[in-house]
């Protein structure tokens, strides 16, 4: 019996560090569908084909070709023996189909891992947070910013816009980036709005299977690392 997990948490919950962890402490690839559908765009085939199109027109992707996405990925050797999944499933029909997909291979989702976040720390750690582009290290304005000066500053041409994040390295000014998703506090806010809606019934469908552990995610990432750890392996014995 292999290792399947479903990753699933707020922004800002960590779902990042964690899978990295799991992926190397469980020896299992971490899939996230965001990333599969982004290595669309180097492929020629019907399928990639397909989902440009659906990406470029501004669509979400439909439940039978995110199905069919996963079932590929899936399918490489490297999955053979467990995975974890971040983003998928995201409706409980694509819940139900990976049911019947992994039944037909003799497996079964081990655990859910919730990772659980209030709503005011959420929003502070993804509209907080700030990355230098040339190493990769990331800072927050609200909880890590020893070393990084930081300012909110106005539209240069129209007061009308909200003011924009400036953060910069103090050694040497060079500006940090962010993602374009944290840019404004009301896309950010969004986003957990969505999460919430679109979580609550897939949490309500794998609890009535006893699989969900809810995990604190407003601790240090080894004392979450610590818990998921716990979490998985009580599913292993399970």
Partial sequence: MGLYIILMGVQGAGKGEQAKFISQSFDIPHVSTGDLFRAMKTRTDALAQRIQGILAA?????????NQVVSERLSQPDAEHGVIL????RTPA????????????????????LLQLDLYTAFKRA??????SET?????????????????????????????????LSQDGRELTRRSDDGSAHAVLTRIDTYTEQTRPLIA????????VRIDADQTIEQVGSDIRRAI??????
């Avoid at 694509?94 to 891992?113: H, K, N």
């Avoid at 290290?137 to 910013?145: A, F, L, P």
């Fill in 58 to 66: 501004g669509k979400l992707v439909d439940d039978d070709t995110t």
């Fill in 86 to 89: 971040d983003g998928y499933p």
């Fill in 94 to 113: 694509q819940a139900e189909w990976l049911d019947r997909y992994l039944q037909s291979r003799g497996e079964r989702i081990g655990v859910v891992l």
């Fill in 127 to 132: 509209f907080g947070r700030v990355t230098d």
């Fill in 136 to 168: 990769g290290k990331s800072y927050n304005i609200y909880y890590n910013s020893s070393g990084i000066d930081w300012k909110f500053v106005d539209h240069p041409t129209d007061k009308q816009f909200p003011p924009r994040l400036l953060a910069t």
């Fill in 205 to 212: 469908y794998y609890d009535e299977k006893g699989v969900v």
């Fill in 233 to 238: 392996q009580a599913a292993q014995g399970k």
